[in-house]
């Protein structure tokens, strides 16, 4: 975002760059769980993408939900770019292609999720109803190429897209025409990070089969179940990946430092304005060498900057970001932070996770993740782990220990019920065999004749 903002201090020595994570320590009665979501944005007769301006695109929609909620719009230069809640912190952002992102609040449990998300969804669909803009909860938009899908004016993505063109092949795609679910989630120490960080990465695949909503692109099946988990395989490997180093012995806050130290720039922002440092090395900022600010030295705000330009399966910052997912219906967007609490936020659950994971090599970490976008559930579970033939069958042992994780934190509604009922997609996911793509591929070759045309009625949200 660019707009003012109050002086940040200058990074004195390596001891602040690590302390921008540590700060993120809490007691665990401080922990909470935020979720953010991505939705595509469509209008009808004729079905196209929507653009920034005019009476019926993405501005308006902005102030539509303004208005609405009395939430207060950021800027970038003239145009706004997102909106803030200035009570419970929390926001809606947009993404390059204009996809729709709300940035949950910190909950205390996942019953505040969920009716956080219902009241978004609520007002979304209120205003975008009087301009014709519907909203649509897949990986990938199914249609359009890049080219066709408008950019929002953000300065970011103004960097970032020549960029990612040079470093990948599908850094664009990425940008333009894919959408997520995210869980946040906190921790209590460096250990207690570094615990949640291994299961999370090791067990990123798994989430990322149970839902895989991808599986069409440019008009037709992919020939992948996630094509957004495909997409991140050839984005930029500098900056995404599982994190082999996060399973070394040392394992810290300063060797992520180190690890983010060596990510590529993209931008410094000065005075409200973006400045393209694509490509240059943060090290060389420390130092006062970054060309297009000699002898200027970094703040701790550019530092907190540059760790959200790293896009790995699991991100660290003040906070766990996990990153696996494809975007859903309004009940996945649950069901992922209910699969990550269940999983990290219980004792037991933790200890009987890392059980399962610990024994992985680098090797078999990674050969999932470059299977799990194609073969989903059906990818073989690598290595000399026999208790379990393909990743459906872990995600049966998985979801387990999530559902008893979220049964012992006991956090109830005014039912009675626990957080597990959250579980309830991922487990008729396990039941029927297929993935949400699988069931998506099913009607495109039956009932919908090889048009994909219709999810964007049985997908819409």
């Known amino acids: 975002m660019a707009g003012a903002s109050s002086p940040s201090p200058l990074i004195e020595s390596r001891a602040d760059l690590i302390e921008a994570l540590e700060r993120g320590c809490k007691p665990k009665d401080q922990w909470r769980v935020g979720t953010e979501h991505e939705k595509h944005v469509f209008h009808r007769n004729p079905l196209r993408p929507v653009t920034y301006d005019g009476a019926d695109g993405v501005h308006a929609l902005l102030d539509g939900v303004e208005a609405e909620t009395g939430w207060h719009p950021f800027f970038d230069g003239e145009n706004p770019i997102g909106l803030r809640n200035l009570g419970p ?47 649509l909860g897949l990986g990938a938009t199914p249609l359009w190429s890049v080219a066709e899908i408008p950019a929002m004016p953000k300065s970011r993505y103004g960097i970032m897209k020549p960029y990612m063109e040079k470093v990948g092949t599908l850094g664009t795609s990425m940008m333009f025409r894919s959408a997520t679910i995210q869980a946040n989630l906190d921790f209590s ?22 839902f895989a909503n991808s599986p069409f692109i440019d008009g037709k099946d992919s020939g992948f179940l996630s094509f957004r988990s495909h997409i991140w395989l050839n984005t930029d490997a500098a900056r995404t990946g599982m994190l082999p180093f996060a399973f070394e012995e040392g394992m810290s806050f300063e060797r992520y430092v180190d690890y983010a130290l060596d990510v590529p720039m993209y931008f410094v922002i000065r005075n409200g304005q973006y400045v393209n440092v694509a490509g240059e090395s943060f090290r060389a900022f420390l130092e006062g060498r970054l060309p297009q600010l000699p002898g200027e030295k970094p703040t701790v705000k550019d530092w907190e900057d540059h760790l959200s330009t790293l896009f790995p399966e699991v991100r660290l910052k003040q906070f766990l970001e996990m990153r696996g997912a494809d975007m859903g219906d309004e009940a996945a967007i649950t069901a992922l932070p209910a699969f990550w609490v269940g999983l990290l936020y219980d004792d037991i659950a933790l200890e009987e996770a890392w059980e399962l994971v610990k024994d992985w090599t680098e090797f078999d970490r990674q050969a999932m993740r470059n299977e799990v976008p194609r073969l989903g559930l059906q990818t073989p579970v690598p290595g000399n782990d026999l208790r379990f033939g393909t990743v459906g069958d872990l995600a049966r042992e998985v979801v387990g220990i999530a559902s008893a994780g979220l049964a012992r934190r006991a956090r109830v509604n005014a039912l009675g019920k626990d957080e597990s009922i959250y579980l309830a997609p991922l487990e008729e996911t396990l039941r029927l065999g297929k993935t949400p793509a699988e069931r998506w591929l099913d009607l495109y070759r039956t009932e919908w004749n090889g048009d994909v045309r219709p999810i964007f009625d049985a997908a819409e949200m």
């Open 89 to 135: 912190s929390g926001g809606i952002s947009l993404e390059p292609g204009g996809q729709f992102e709300l940035s949950g609040a910190p909950m205390v449990s996942l019953h505040d999720t969920a009716l956080e998300t219902a009241e978004h969804m609520a007002v979304s669909r209120k205003i975008g109803s009087r301009l014709g803009i519907h909203f």
């Open 189 to 210: 120490s460096e250990a207690d990070m570094v615990r949640k960080l291994r299961v999370s990465v090791a067990l990123q695949p798994v989430a990322t089969a149970l």
